[in-house]
């Protein structure tokens, strides 16, 4: 949270129109004003930055700059996302036409559960999991039981 301002906001806007009307230096007006030289060469760049932003409407402020910046990480990560998720679906998809056009290749079950158990699928090729057909995992090693 930024500390609250010395001086009161009229104060800062009059000190900025003398020194943009004055034809001395800001360093002068800021000696005469009892003010930092460097704190009303901020003042006066705020205000002409401020000024810059209502003449253009299209001109972004800070804080959407940072919104846009923080949105378009976001979705840079889920296009990342999404290209992962299409490339698992058509290898799944691979996977499901070729062992269901071999039918003998080895089952994945958990040692344990039989065929004729409540939830089993019954196809053979495939590992079961409560109904639901799980293809074995890429590059992982077969063995035989």
């Known amino acids: 949270m930024a500390r609250p301002s010395r001086y009161p906001e009229e104060f800062r806007r009059e000190a900025v129109q003398l020194a943009l009307a004055c034809d001395t230096s800001w360093a002068s007006v800021a000696r005469r004003l009892g003010v930092n030289e460097t704190t009303l060469r901020n003042w006066v760049h705020a205000h002409l930055a401020e000024e810059a932003r209502a003449a253009d409407p299209l001109t972004v402020s800070p804080s959407e700059f940072e919104e846009l910046r923080r949105l378009r990480a976001e979705n840079a990560e889920l296009k990342v996302e999404k290209e992962i998720l299409r490339e698992a679906a058509a290898y799944f998809a691979r996977e499901t036409i070729r062992s269901a056009g071999s039918g003998s ?7 344990g ?11 053979h090729g495939q590992g079961s999991t409560r109904g639901r057909t799980v293809p074995f995992p890429k590059g992982a090693r077969r063995t035989k039981r």
Do not use: D, F, K, N
Not at 105 to 111: K, L
């Open 105 to 111: 290749s080895p089952s994945t079950e958990a040692p």
């Open 113 to 123: 559960a039989s065929s004729g158990s409540a939830g089993s699928s019954g196809s």
